[in-house]
């Protein structure tokens, strides 16, 4: 019989640890701090104040407070992080709250296993939150954004773009996103949320957004999932471009804050492959708003399924087409559906 005992026996009986209990990282915790930048409160909207912190692998955040600051009041470090958290923040006069741009000729900081979660910022100008390149495996949760009333062109409360993927967002809230300075004979930009070609499984839950200058919930994205959304007040509620899936989203009342483009409560766009599914929508528009409740101003034909629909928009159409006609299948068929708009057609 052999005398060798094995790494096997040895951790077996607890005298080895296993590698992965001796793997944990440290992690470092900020809390409790008031950050002030140098950003000033009037300015043109572009102007920076400064980064507070370079956010780096297995960090907390935790408690603190971020005023006056530029383009990341939380930056990424350059280099890649992994496994960042911060939580139960608050900002004000930021140009953006957290950006993972880099800067010079840095490789591409990607964001990996993060949580961002019960944040307020207010007075933003640029956005609360973009996230860029490969950034992935993330959940932004109970995070609410208040716009600057100067925020400046292209200004979004949550932005992904690049290939950021597996991103969820969780009761998020994105308000008064618009761009100021525009000519009224320009389209006025401002998001509540978006997402880009390139972005992939991106998940909204619970999620709100209002009195934006375009889009409510714009997104590009492949195979997009929203559910117990709420859009209001936004030039068009939903901006839909590629696929995906919607499970009872709100949507009421559309208001255009000025430019070109209509109003919409649903809003498709894009080219070939295009297929939404649209499970139980919710719309509701006060008696006068002429929003079309689904607009479609594609290059090819999109495909929609409409299951279960609860419209009530009497000043509205249903249905106006500015392209190749549609492909609109309803369950169960459109006549019991409970539908009342003004007209079928726009």
């Known amino acids: 019989m052999s005398s060798l005992i094995t790494r096997?026996?040895?951790?077996?009986a607890g005298l080895v640890m296993p590698m992965a209990a001796r793997a944990a990282p440290t992690r470092r915790i900020i809390e409790?701090?008031?950050?002030?930048?140098?950003?000033?409160?009037?300015?043109?909207?572009?102007?920076?104040g400064g980064t507070a912190l370079l956010a780096e692998s297995y960090t907390t955040i935790r408690n603190c407070t971020f005023d006056n600051y530029g383009n990341g009041a939380i930056r990424a470090a350059q280099g890649g992080v992994d496994g960042l958290v911060v939580e139960d923040c608050?900002?004000?006069?930021?140009?953006?709250?957290?950006?993972?741009?880099?800067?010079?000729?840095?490789?591409?900081?990607?964001?990996?296993n993060f949580v961002f979660r019960r944040i307020t910022a207010q007075k933003i100008d640029r956005g609360m939150i973009q996230l860029k390149y490969g950034s992935n495996k993330g959940l932004i949760e109970d995070c609410i954004a208040l716009a600057a009333d100067d925020a400046v062109t292209y200004s979004v409360g949550f932005a992904l773009v690049g290939e950021a993927s597996d991103i969820q967002y969780r009761r998020c809230e994105s308000h008064r996103?618009?761009?100021?300075?525009?000519?009224?004979s320009q389209y006025w930009n401002g998001d509540g949320f978006s997402d880009e070609r390139g972005n992939a499984r991106i998940r909204y839950h619970g999620c709100v957004a209002t009195q934006n200058a375009d889009g409510g919930f714009d997104t590009k994205s492949e195979g997009v999932y929203l559910a117990e959304c709420k859009a209001r007040g936004n030039k068009r509620n939903y901006r839909l471009w590629n696929t995906g899936r919607l499970e009872h989203c709100q949507s009421e009342t559309p208001v255009s804050r000025g430019g070109i483009g209509g109003t919409a409560h649903f809003s498709f766009h894009g080219g070939a492959g295009s297929h939404y599914v649209i499970s139980r929508p919710y719309v509701r528009a006060t008696a006068t708003n002429a929003s079309p409740v689904?607009?479609?101003?594609?290059?090819?034909?999109?495909?929609?399924?409409?299951?279960?629909?609860?419209?009530?928009a009497l000043g509205a159409p249903l249905i106006v087409v500015n392209g190749p006609e549609p492909v609109i299948n309803w369950y169960p068929a459109r006549a019991s559906q409970k539908i009342f708009v003004k007209t079928e057609r726009g």
């Open 90 to 112: 608050s900002g004000s006069n930021l140009f953006r709250f957290f950006e993972n741009s880099t800067w010079d000729s840095s490789p591409a900081t990607v964001l990996s």
């Open 177 to 184: 996103f618009f761009e100021v300075g525009r000519k009224a």
């Open 32 to 48: 409790g701090q008031r950050f002030t930048g140098t950003r000033p409160l009037v300015n043109d909207g572009w102007l920076d």
């Open 8 to 12: 096997r026996q040895l951790v077996a």
């Open 294 to 312: 689904f607009l479609f101003e594609t290059t090819e034909p999109v495909v929609v399924d409409i299951y279960d629909a609860d419209i009530k």
